[in-house]
């Protein structure tokens, strides 16, 4: 068998048998690998604070404020511009977060190990929608939610997995695919699973009604609540197949707001970028055209895994918001599957005769058909401080395909 | 033959890659089918070549 394709399989079958378990609630600086105490990571591929958008400077505005390293945006903005922060991407830390994905030391973490390979991933808990930190925003609601998710939340959810053990995280996410989910816009299902499982945990940590009750209500009420989980297990999964020689399988599709990143299995510790295109936008009440800001945030580990834009089949719902029909969600998944080389067993389409979900994009698939990804998503505001605005469908840019291509046919020799 | 024969006398029109010949045939009440095809890499000679040299590892 021909090098690449005996190298695309291995990554497949790594990816495929994966398993990651929700193991714990711990800080980001104790557990992420390379944290500091004055470390943001942020989504996307690496950048520098004078070239960051709009949502992801807001978030790192009110991440100095939650951390108590300055007192205002002013303030904020004068420590970002002095060099004293390290920013790095939550990809290079074995992270992922949604959006502007700004996660500061001292925000909790949850934990998640794939039990097979033995990697682990991280991501924060989601905070809502509308004014938010990862969307940008950092009023003093925002920081208020920030600390009480500290004080009340993280401390009981920590206690609850000591309680309940690993939770397979594949098993949640099978199902809520068979319950309307694509599991990256549509978390509704695995949301309500995940609570409907902690339930009795939190209850039985013997914490105060109060603070049970609210915590309850409020990843009951937050239908992202998931999010979070699935995308710290979708990275979990997708690192199991990183760094394999010959190997052209892409490992991620991420966004910072002003580029678009992939890395590719083959090509450890390089990113291939391009200017992140703006998402087609079904705004929420009181934004329009012009509000949007341009594409964002680690979430498209999801559509990495043949999730979100991949699943369209599964959530004609999420396709309506841009005037999409049933037809055209089975179409978008239908059409993935000519830049992929499998469908996994574990996660199937039942409107697609349950079919699997189309997964391992190849960079080759991509520039010789002109396919680009379709990635579901959440749309911040282009300004600093505003929050999100709505929530849109966008193509993954050709250049990075270009640019790693060139990298792939240089590092293997198949240059002239 | 008689099939043969019916095919000469009502041509069925087969559109292959812009998808605009098809819509105005369409239009006109032709009967036509459609093959989305696109030439390979959009027609990027630089990545049409380094696509063939990766058939060869």
């Known amino acids: ?416 | 033959m008689k099939k043969l024969m019916r095919l000469l006398r009502e041509p069925k029109i087969v559109n292959v890659g812009a998808r605009n010949f098809y819509d105005s045939l369409k239009a006109q009440g032709a009967d036509s089918v459609h093959v989305d095809w696109r030439p390979p890499a959009g027609g990027d000679k630089e990545m049409v070549k380094l696509l063939d040299k990766l058939k060869g590892l």
């Open chain 1, 1 to 416: 068998m021909a090098k690449i394709e005996e190298a695309n399989e291995k990554a497949i079958k790594e990816i495929i048998e994966a398993k990651p378990m929700g193991t714990g609630v711990k800080k980001a600086k104790d557990v992420i690998p390379g944290m500091t105490e004055r470390t943001i990571l942020h989504a996307g591929p690496p950048i520098k604070w004078e070239r960051m958008s709009g949502p992801t400077r807001g978030a790192i505005i009110g991440a100095s404020i939650f951390e108590g390293w300055a007192d205002n945006e002013e303030g904020a903005v004068k420590l970002a511009e002095s060099g004293k922060i390290k920013f790095a991407p939550c990809h290079d830390h074995d992270a992922v977060g949604p959006m502007a994905g700004i996660i500061s030391p001292s925000m909790s973490v949850y934990i998640v190990e794939n039990q097979v390979h033995g990697n682990k991933a991280y991501c924060n808990f989601n905070e809502g929608l509308g004014k938010v930190l990862r969307y940008g925003a950092y009023s003093k609601e925002v920081i208020e939610r920030l600390n009480w998710m500290e004080k009340d939340m993280a401390p009981l959810l920590a206690e609850a997995f000591k309680r309940s053990g690993p939770i397979d995280l594949k098993e949640i996410i099978s199902k809520a695919l068979h319950m309307g989910d694509e599991c990256h816009c549509r978390n509704v299902a695995t949301s309500h699973i995940f609570l409907k499982i902690m339930a009795p945990h939190m209850v039985e940590t013997g914490f105060d009604k109060e603070t049970i009750s609210k915590v309850m209500r409020f990843m009951g009420t937050n239908e992202l609540t998931f999010l979070q989980l699935l995308m710290a297990a979708c990275k979990a999964m997708a690192d199991a197949g990183h760094g394999i020689e010959y190997s052209t399988i892409v490992t991620a599709l991420t966004r910072n707001g002003t580029d678009f990143g992939i890395r590719v299995s083959g090509l450890p510790g390089q990113w291939f970028t391009a200017p992140a295109p703006t998402p087609k936008t079904l705004f929420f009440p009181g934004f329009k055209e012009g509000d949007e800001g341009r594409d964002i945030g680690d979430s498209a580990i999801a559509e990495t895994m043949g999730l979100g834009g991949f699943a369209s089949a599964n959530s004609p719902a999420v396709v309506q918001v841009v005037g999409g029909t049933p037809q055209t969600a089975a179409d978008y998944s239908r059409e993935m599957r000519e830049i992929t080389v499998a469908e996994h067993p574990s996660f199937t389409m039942p409107f697609m005769n349950f079919r699997g979900v189309p997964i391992g994009i190849d960079l080759r698939k991509v520039i010789e058909t002109g396919i680009l990804p379709l990635i579901n998503t959440g749309v911040a505001h282009k300004d600093a401080g505003v929050g999100g605005v709505g929530f849109g469908l966008v193509r993954a840019p050709m250049e990075c395909f270009k640019k790693a291509l060139k990298a792939f046919a240089e590092k293997y020799g198949a240059r002239e």
